[in-house]
């Protein structure tokens, strides 16, 4: 970049400022000797197009804020309301999400630090860095277009802007800006369009994964299993704890995990608090793993961190390994698989959502405790009842 020579213009660790003393007759009201604003040094869509180098964007900038000042700072009489200055602090979009990070209930969580550090980065990286009042809708449109450009699904470029929008709002609302959100309701063509749907698992590739898990039966495989026959989340697999579950041998009583929140993992949604009955298959296995877990708090110690799930890197491990065997689908697959065995036998909607956690939308099922244990087992064994005899098969082999 070109150091600038230019009235008003001066430049500090190589970034542009445009910096102007107020003259004795204005620095009683607005309690500052100098003015020093920030310049943006990311040209806009609209100075690309017109051929603009940053150089003649940097003097148009700071042109237009002294046209701006003259007639204030050179006239001897103050009118009767004298205009805002822009603070001598200007917030810019690298301290945003500081400000957002620090007023958030969430804000000491690493997960969602990173979450949001590589979400605000990536923005940055489109926009570059500028005041913060100075972002406009050009560059919520902006960095869709650059999105698409680079491949990412519309859906996920919909979800990046929410949380671009959620990080704007915050640090409006805590700094008095009173304006609209520029990056709220920017529309993104055929949204929805290029998304793969991901499809159940037939008879034939549960069989066999359930199989292939049986036989290995280790903690990732154990894992696996978990989420085959109760259709949980793989974060909510991996939150579990030795307190979460009850395992019975009375004939009366039914053994079942109890999903709730807690330090160490969110739920996705209220819906998600919930109690899942374990099919007979499951409360071996479950046994197994908590006698490899034994003295740990959580039954999959391997995959908890720093009071985080590392579902990331477990999702990636187990997708691979059902990719190995020779099935082209994902773990979370097996929740929509278990969706699909529930409708096939005439299980009801309020019952399947009540076992997977799903949000209903039906304002009544948020009154009462819900469907009781046995009907929820009922409807398990029900959907699970072609593959139950792999765990026989199993013990005699």
Request: hydrophobic share 35%; charged share 25%; aromatic share 6%.
């Amino acid at each position: 970049m070109t150091i600038l020579k230019l009235k008003y213009l001066t430049y500090n660790n190589g970034l542009p400022y445009y910096q102007r003393a107020l003259p004795a007759h204005l620095q009683s009201h607005y309690k500052q000797k100098l003015l020093r604003i920030p310049l943006r040094t990311t040209l806009e869509p609209h100075e690309i197009l017109a051929g603009y180098t940053e150089d003649i964007s940097i003097a148009i900038q700071v042109n237009t804020l002294a046209t701006q000042h003259n007639q204030l700072f050179k006239s001897k009489q103050l009118p009767e309301e004298l205009p805002p200055l822009l603070p001598n602090k200007i917030v810019m979009l690298s301290e945003a999400l500081k400000i957002y990070l620090s007023n958030h209930q969430r804000g000491n969580e690493l997960r969602f630090i990173k979450y949001n550090e590589y979400k605000w980065n990536t923005f940055m990286g489109i926009v570059g860095d500028m005041p913060l009042h100075q972002i406009s809708r050009t560059h919520g449109r902006l960095y869709r277009d650059k999105r698409s450009e680079q491949g990412v699904k519309t859906l996920t470029i919909k979800r990046e802007l929410k949380s671009l929008c959620a990080i704007i709002r915050k640090t409006f609302l805590e700094l008095d800006i009173d304006r609209n959100n520029p990056l709220s309701h920017i529309q993104i063509a055929g949204l929805g369009s290029d998304s793969v749907q991901r499809l159940p698992f037939t008879n034939q590739e549960l069989s066999s994964l359930i199989h292939n898990c049986l036989e290995v039966n280790d903690s990732r495989r154990r894992a696996i299993l978990i989420i085959a026959f109760t259709g949980m989340r793989l974060n909510e697999v991996l939150g579990l704890r030795h307190c979460d579950i009850f395992i019975s041998d009375q004939d009366n009583a039914i053994s079942y995990l109890e999903v709730r929140p807690h330090s160490h993992r969110r739920l996705k949604t209220k819906e998600s608090s919930r109690d899942i009955p374990l099919i007979p298959i499951l409360k071996d296995l479950i046994r197994q793993q908590l006698q490899s877990s034994k003295g740990c708090t959580f039954l999959f110690p391997d995959y908890i961190i720093d009071k985080n799930t590392l579902s990331n890197s477990a999702s990636a491990s187990l997708n691979k390994y059902i990719k190995r065997i020779g099935i082209p689908k994902s773990v979370h697959c097996l929740r929509h698989t278990m969706r699909d065995l529930l409708r096939e036998t005439g299980a009801t909607k309020d019952v399947i959502d009540s076992i997977g956690g799903w949000t209903s939308g039906d304002i009544g099922n948020l009154y009462g405790k819900g469907h009781s244990l046995s009907i929820k087992l009922n409807a398990l064994l029900q959907a699970y009842q072609p593959f139950l005899h792999l765990e026989s098969n199993q013990e005699a082999s």
